[in-house]
């Protein structure tokens, strides 16, 4: 399974974006899929996750409430809108494939290349 990411850019703080991750396979849609990000200088951290069917989500403390992510299957692509952005908030976005259909304790099988996001103060 290939991953597309796309949505990242340059906003203000306080602004929003909505990012996206297009898979190649419909077998995407079997499986649980997480947000990731990488700060420069920093570990990559997670982000948010949503199971096969979008019916179990879970988020990071850091963004909980500010950010949400979603799915449709019928295109292959699952969203993660960001509102209030912070300058903290900058880092490089990545999209993660588990094989599971929900969330596992196990880093994704399938990463996509990465989508950078920028929050100005």
């Known amino acids: 399974v290939q991953l597309q990411a796309s949505g990242g850019g340059l906003v203000q703080a306080g602004g929003s974006l909505r990012l996206s991750c297009v898979a190649s396979?419909?077998?995407?849609?079997?499986?649980?899929v997480g947000w990731f990000r990488q700060a420069p200088g920093k570990e990559r951290e997670f982000v948010a996750s949503?199971?096969?069917?979008?019916?179990?989500?879970t988020y990071a403390d850091s963004v909980l409430g500010r950010f949400t992510i979603s799915r449709d299957n019928a295109k292959n692509t699952v969203y993660l809108q960001m509102n209030s952005l912070k300058p903290e908030d900058t880092a490089v976005y990545y999209c993660?494939?588990?094989?599971?259909?929900?969330?596992?304790?196990?880093?994704?099988?399938?990463w996509g290349q990465g989508t950078l996001v920028t929050v100005s103060s």
């Open positions: 396979r419909r077998t995407f849609n079997n499986n649980a």
């Open positions: 949503i199971s096969w069917n979008g019916g179990a989500t």
């Open positions: 993660g494939s588990w094989l599971s259909s929900y969330r596992s304790s196990d880093s994704p099988r399938y």
